[in-house]
């Protein structure tokens, strides 16, 4: 068990629909990262929280947001589904304090979208 | 964000020592290099860290030459609970996890 709790585990919606995603880090972890993993694909870095603030953006389309609330959680949004968006979303978060400097990621066992 | 090139593949048998290679040409100073096996629709989980020589834990091995261009991932004695992908990861703090992980490693053991 890393830590990270990731809900819901699965989820199945159709195209055109909303879905949020949730995370909650391990505890006194600042930083989220989510991740995208397609079929057979290796994770893709969308965005990356840092005790609230956005720091860093990778491959997030517009039609995706998060955002990191006062008690760390943190909440992917996916809008205006289509089907090239079934994938798992994984949310890690990462050690700080005396070991910030490693960067060591503990990631949540993910959500799997599935859109039909 | 330094850019790593593993092997797509690797085939092994039960018992055998495996050492997979990442290729890490453009590290900075300040990188560490971390290694992370996941299995099919589960997150990655941490194998080992480290910054240069050799780091070894209880489930696996990390050598780093001098030059600190590449590392080697040894995983000894392997079983089939072992067949993974295998990921190298190099960054520092909060660029550690800003790269897309790639393809990473399929390591498949057979019996």
């Known amino acids: 068990d890393s830590g990270v709790t990731q809900t819901p585990k699965h989820l199945i919606t159709a195209t055109g629909q909303r879905v949020t995603l949730r995370c909650s880090p391990r505890?006194?972890?600042?930083?989220v990262y989510w991740y995208q993993q397609s079929l057979d694909q290796g994770l893709q870095f969308l965005i990356q929280?840092?005790?609230?603030?956005?720091?860093a953006k990778g491959n997030i389309l517009e039609r995706f947001s998060a955002q990191q609330f006062p008690d760390l959680h943190s909440e992917l949004n996916l809008s205006s589904l289509e089907l090239g968006d079934s994938a798992l979303y994984f949310c890690?978060?990462?050690?700080?304090?005396?070991?910030?400097?490693?960067?060591?990621?503990?990631f949540g066992e993910g959500s799997r979208l599935t859109v039909l | 964000l330094a850019k790593t090139t593993q092997p797509i593949s690797m085939d092994s048998y039960e018992g055998q020592e495996v050492n997979i290679t990442c290729s890490h040409n453009?590290?900075?100073?300040?990188?560490?290099i971390t290694w992370y096996q996941q299995f099919p629709s589960q997150g990655p989980r941490f194998i080992i860290q480290?910054?240069?020589t050799k780091v070894t834990n209880e489930v696996a091995s990390l050598f780093i030459p001098a030059d600190r261009k590449s590392s080697t991932l040894s995983l000894p004695r392997v079983s089939l609970s072992d067949t993974a992908v295998y990921y190298c990861?190099?960054?520092?703090?909060?660029?550690?996890?800003?790269?897309?992980f790639g393809d990473g490693t399929t390591l498949t053991v057979k019996p």
């Open positions: 890690a978060s990462r050690a700080t304090g005396t070991r910030d400097h490693t960067g060591e990621l503990f």
């Open positions: 480290g910054y240069k």
């Open positions: 453009n590290i900075a100073t300040n990188d560490y």
């Open positions: 505890s006194g972890d600042l930083s």
């Open positions: 929280y840092y005790n609230g603030e956005e720091r």
């Open positions: 990861l190099v960054g520092e703090g909060s660029n550690a996890g800003k790269s897309t």
